[in-house]
């Protein structure tokens, strides 16, 4: 019995063979007796959990590595979307629930690092919005409107409001 668990873990158990980064995405190669894999995961993640070439993992650890590639698709599907245009938090919340398998835990951790890298900024959209819709002769109502179904808050809408305000009178 002790033998076949030896063999056991053995054969489910993964040696990392490569870990390549490019700009914030890491890919990890890593293969056992039978099989070789390859998961993507964000470039922090990568270096908070130490992987380096030749650590020997788990196949639980390793699914939890492919939990952490449903992260990186996931933020890379946001890059994507954010290369056409600024987004909302809100509008790329919803874009990761509706097109991606990933828990709201997942999805926050996504934002999170969007936020934090300042590809999403509320503020700079909210500032951004008013001044294009102002100048598509759109009344402050209407904005206002446009803007809460975007997902802004409206005291982030007044305050675009009064900051445009007072630029127009210098």
Avoid: P
């Avoid at 509320?122 to 819709?133: F, G, P």
């Avoid at 598509?136 to 675009?160: N, Q, V, Y």
């Amino acid at each position: 019995a002790v033998y076949q668990t030896a063999i056991e873990r053995y054969t489910n158990t993964y040696c990392i063979e490569s870990v390549m980064i490019k700009d914030e995405i890491a890919e990890i190669s890593a293969s056992n007796r039978t099989d070789r894999f390859v998961v993507t995961m964000l470039t922090d993640v990568c270096m908070s959990r130490e992987l380096v070439k030749g650590k020997m993992v788990s196949e639980k650890t390793w699914d939890d590595y492919r939990d952490d590639e449903k992260v990186a698709k996931a933020y890379q599907a946001s890059i994507r979307k954010l290369a056409v245009k600024d987004r909302t938090k809100k509008e790329i919340f919803d874009f990761l629930n509706e097109n991606t398998d990933c828990t709201i835990v997942q999805i926050n951790a996504v934002i999170d690092h969007l936020l934090s890298r300042g590809y999403i900024d509320d503020l700079r959209y909210t500032h951004t919005m008013v001044l294009n819709l102002r100048a598509l002769l759109m009344g402050k109502s209407r904005i206002i409107k446009t803007l809460k179904e975007k997902g802004i808050e409206e005291g982030l809408i007044l305050d675009a409001f009064s900051t445009e305000s007072a630029d127009n009178e210098l």
